[in-house]
């Protein structure tokens, strides 16, 4: 004697369904990761820099009219003059290092702040490779 159990097909469908992925959400996300990849081939380095990591303003002295940021492991202090009121501490601005100022664009206007001093730190600690 022999026994048989044949499972209902449409409970075997319903659960084949529930772990497909919907193909407008894989579309969807393929068009994403396209369109990331050609903004990153496209775009200027200085472009990327801007908008990835940005700088940070640590501290603004009104009386000096002088800024304090951080960009990574390099700290700045710049001349700010009329344009201290424009920022914030901590608040992130895209700037670029243009050697002995930092550029930065507001409202279609490039804004020039001086380098008055700049730090690099290095990690010390070792054990990396």
């Not at 409970?11 to 992925?21: M, N």
């Not at 990327?48 to 303003?57: A, G, K, L, M, N």
């Not at 960009?71 to 920022?87: A, I, L």
Request: proline share 5%.
């Amino acid at each position: 004697m022999s026994t048989t159990v044949q499972f209902d097909k449409s409970a075997q469908a319903t659960l084949a369904r529930e772990h497909k992925i919907p193909l407008w959400l894989l579309a969807v996300f393929l068009v994403a990761l396209a369109l990331g990849i050609t903004w990153w081939a496209l775009s200027p380095r200085k472009f990327i820099i801007e908008t990835v990591h940005p700088y940070r303003v640590t501290h603004i002295n009104l009386g000096d009219k002088t800024m304090y940021l951080v960009h990574g492991n390099r700290s700045y202090v710049v001349r700010c003059q009329e344009h201290c009121g424009d920022f914030k501490p901590a608040g992130t601005y895209p700037m670029y290092d243009a050697g002995a100022a930092l550029e930065y664009m507001r409202a279609g206007r490039k804004i020039i702040f001086p380098i008055i001093e700049e730090e690099t730190t290095f990690d010390l600690t070792g054990g990396h490779g």
